[in-house]
């Protein structure tokens, strides 16, 4: 329901704190897919995500890892792969669990 009242009000910058979290996988994909990606309702607002998922994080254009309170590393999803750093390590570690 808050994001639903926050893409009525058309506002410039959006800061979602996952938002995600509180639905399915499905539901999300479609909130993701029709409301907060790319080609979106807020497509050509600023949005700022705050997430744990790593399903949509190919499709946004910055992603900033924190850790401890500080930025440890910002880039695209294959710019954070290709550098092997803590994003990368932390992906490879979330795939190991969620195959188990």
Do not use: C, W
């Not at 058309?10 to 790319?38: C, E, Q, R, T, W």
């Not at 399903?55 to 850790?67: E, S, T, Y």
């Amino acid at each position: 329901v808050s994001l639903a009242r926050a893409v009525y009000s058309d506002a410039d910058i959006y800061l979602m704190d996952d938002p995600l979290s509180a639905v399915d996988s499905h539901v999300g994909k479609h909130i993701f897919d029709n409301v907060i990606g790319p080609q979106g309702q807020l497509q050509k607002k600023t949005r700022i995500l705050v997430t744990h998922s790593v399903a949509f994080l190919p499709q946004v254009d910055m992603i900033v890892v924190m850790k401890g309170g500080e930025i440890m590393e910002r880039g695209t999803f294959k710019e954070l792969l290709d550098k092997k750093g803590e994003f990368a390590e932390f992906l490879i570690q979330h795939l190991a669990v969620t195959d188990q």
